[in-house]
């Protein structure tokens, strides 16, 4: 491929470390001038590298082959399994998790269970592993080289742009972005904890941003400020409806991150001791939710304080998206959603969890006692463990609530199974019941 470096009006065909733009054949040239280098956001001015280096891979997954074929922008094409009438969906990775680095062939293992699509994992990992301002930048080629598959495919399959999906996780993320700039119309993106770094607070034409396809949804999981607690992750609500786990920041399960953010090449290349586990908690998510979706309804709300102090709870009007794979259900009446959707997982799989509030009056004993109080629910389809709703003083006639969130999906409520025990051993064998018992369903408000 004939690579081509430019300073100012003249282009050699060396590759000058001072040169200010780089050409690649059809993919087009990429400068390394404001807003991509040389701004507060961005310091580092860096050329990407040509695509021999990155050495990009498009592997095809379908209903028909579970183990993947490379695809390449020529004729070979027709010699795949690859469906000009199915949606397409790319995976696009960005950092990558020691021992878990295919994870993107994974996830189209698992949707070609639920769907019959063109699953299409994108591979750059000799781009990806290196320096954090290099990979950055080579995001851009990659994002090139995306784009010029999908124009092949629209091409050779005549294939409108909305029967494509680009799902992205942290650089991929913006790869996706930069994607969607390129091609008009694309049907969605989804960004997955879209990379701080290099990208928060640019200029809209450098990062993930709602112009880049007719939908773009946002789950960020590790939202912290990279440079004073080393969130990987953006803050910044940067899509149609943009969802915060746990508050968006430090996950259950996951610890904080440590180090210095002097560290993030280390970070980045894996030389470092490194837990990344809030940063991969959002394709983790997502890959659940294409299982079981229900576990993982938003909630809209002002901030993640008021979310957990139970302001926000329930939905209003079933007006509450699906966090993840069916996300594209949910109808944004102004275009972009100017609320963020908050909602709570669990530590490990399965995560989605089912929200109820509890409701109880007291009944019973003339004085208060000190103990517990214990809730279970059983449903037509499961049953739960007990969740605690109260701890201290018992009073009769007192009403006690509670928000908790159960691990299964229990369907319909048939039963509510509600328990209490003494702090203290108590001679007078106090007796309580319930006069009053409420629940409701947070996906719904059906009590």
Same mark, same amino acid.
């Given at each position: 491929?004939? *690579?081509?470096?430019?300073?100012?009006?003249?282009?050699?065909?060396? %590759?000058?470390?001072?040169?200010?733009?780089?050409?690649?054949?059809?993919?087009?040239?990429?400068?390394?001038?404001?807003?991509?280098?040389?701004?507060?956001?961005?310091?580092? /001015?860096?050329?990407?590298?040509?695509?021999?280096?990155?050495?990009?891979?498009?592997?095809?997954?379908?209903?028909?082959?579970?183990?993947? *074929?490379?695809?390449?922008?020529?004729?070979?094409?027709? &010699?795949? $399994?690859?469906?000009?009438?199915?949606?397409?969906?790319?995976?696009?990775? =960005?950092?990558?998790?020691?021992?878990?680095?295919?994870?993107? *062939?994974?996830?189209?293992?698992?949707?070609?269970?639920?769907?019959?699509?063109?699953?299409?994992?994108?591979?750059?990992?000799?781009? +990806?592993?290196?320096?954090?301002?290099?990979?950055?930048?080579?995001?851009?080629?990659?994002?090139? *080289?995306?784009?010029?598959?999908?124009?092949?495919?629209?091409?050779?399959?005549?294939?409108?742009?909305?029967?494509?999906?680009?799902?992205?996780?942290?650089?991929?993320?913006?790869?996706?972005?930069?994607? =969607?700039?390129?091609?008009?119309?694309?049907?969605?993106?989804?960004?997955?904890?879209? /990379?701080?770094?290099?990208?928060?607070?640019?200029?809209?034409?450098?990062?993930?941003?709602?112009?880049?396809?007719?939908? +773009?949804?946002?789950?960020?999981?590790?939202?912290?400020?990279?440079?004073?607690?080393?969130?990987?992750?953006?803050?910044?609500?940067?899509?149609?409806?943009?969802?915060?786990?746990?508050?968006?920041?430090?996950?259950?399960?996951?610890?904080?991150?440590?180090?210095?953010?002097?560290?993030?090449?280390?970070?980045?290349?894996?030389?470092?001791?490194?837990?990344?586990?809030?940063?991969?908690?959002?394709?983790?998510?997502?890959?659940?939710?294409?299982?079981?979706?229900?576990?993982?309804? %938003?909630?809209?709300?002002?901030?993640?304080?008021?979310? &957990?102090?139970?302001?926000?709870?329930?939905?209003?009007?079933?007006?509450?998206?699906?966090?993840?794979?069916?996300?594209?259900?949910?109808?944004?009446?102004?275009?972009?959603?100017?609320?963020?959707?908050?909602?709570?997982?669990?530590?490990?799989?399965?995560?989605?969890?089912?929200?109820?509030?509890?409701?109880?009056?007291?009944?019973?004993?003339?004085?208060?006692?000190?103990?517990?109080?214990?809730?279970?629910?059983?449903? $037509? /389809?499961?049953?739960?463990?007990?969740?605690?709703?109260?701890?201290?003083?018992?009073?009769? =006639?007192?009403?006690?609530?509670?928000?908790?969130?159960?691990?299964?999906?229990?369907?319909?409520?048939?039963?509510?199974?509600?328990?209490?025990?003494?702090?203290?051993? $108590?001679?007078?064998?106090?007796?309580? =019941?319930?006069?009053?018992?409420?629940?409701?369903?947070?996906?719904?408000?059906?009590?």
């Amino acid at each position: 491929m004939l *690579q081509k470096w430019c300073l100012g009006l003249l282009c050699f065909l060396t %590759g000058a470390s001072y040169a200010a733009e780089v050409c690649f054949d059809e993919l087009g040239c990429f400068n390394d001038l404001p807003p991509w280098g040389g701004t507060v956001q961005r310091p580092a /001015s860096v050329l990407p590298w040509n695509p021999e280096e990155l050495g990009t891979r498009f592997l095809l997954f379908t209903q028909r082959n579970r183990y993947y *074929q490379e695809i390449k922008t020529d004729q070979t094409i027709h &010699a795949s $399994n690859y469906g000009g009438t199915r949606k397409t969906r790319f995976i696009i990775p =960005g950092y990558l998790k020691k021992g878990d680095e295919d994870w993107p *062939q994974e996830m189209c293992k698992v949707m070609l269970k639920w769907e019959n699509v063109n699953c299409i994992a994108v591979e750059w990992k000799k781009g +990806v592993k290196t320096q954090y301002a290099q990979a950055a930048n080579n995001a851009r080629v990659v994002a090139a *080289q995306v784009a010029s598959m999908i124009s092949f495919l629209m091409g050779n399959y005549k294939q409108k742009a909305d029967k494509f999906h680009i799902i992205g996780h942290s650089l991929g993320a913006h790869i996706a972005g930069d994607t =969607g700039s390129r091609i008009t119309g694309l049907a969605r993106i989804t960004g997955l904890d879209p /990379s701080e770094p290099y990208f928060q607070d640019t200029n809209a034409s450098v990062r993930l941003d709602t112009s880049d396809a007719a939908f +773009v949804d946002v789950i960020h999981t590790d939202g912290l400020p990279f440079n004073s607690k080393l969130g990987l992750g953006m803050s910044q609500s940067v899509g149609h409806i943009d969802f915060y786990p746990n508050g968006g920041e430090l996950m259950p399960g996951c610890s904080a991150n440590k180090g210095s953010p002097t560290n993030l090449d280390a970070i980045w290349e894996g030389t470092m001791r490194f837990n990344d586990c809030n940063h991969v908690r959002a394709y983790q998510y997502y890959s659940e939710s294409m299982v079981k979706p229900g576990g993982f309804v %938003g909630f809209p709300c002002s901030d993640k304080d008021s979310f &957990a102090a139970g302001k926000c709870f329930p939905c209003a009007n079933n007006k509450c998206p699906l966090m993840g794979h069916r996300a594209d259900r949910f109808t944004v009446t102004d275009g972009i959603s100017k609320t963020k959707y908050f909602l709570n997982t669990g530590g490990s799989e399965p995560f989605g969890r089912y929200s109820y509030k509890m409701t109880v009056t007291l009944d019973g004993s003339k004085w208060p006692n000190p103990g517990f109080m214990f809730v279970a629910l059983t449903g $037509n /389809s499961d049953s739960t463990k007990e969740y605690q709703l109260h701890v201290g003083t018992l009073m009769p =006639g007192s009403t006690y609530e509670m928000l908790f969130n159960a691990e299964v999906d229990v369907g319909d409520v048939t039963e509510v199974k509600f328990r209490w025990n003494n702090h203290i051993f $108590n001679p007078m064998k106090p007796k309580y =019941g319930a006069s009053k018992v409420e629940l409701q369903r947070g996906k719904d408000n059906k009590t």
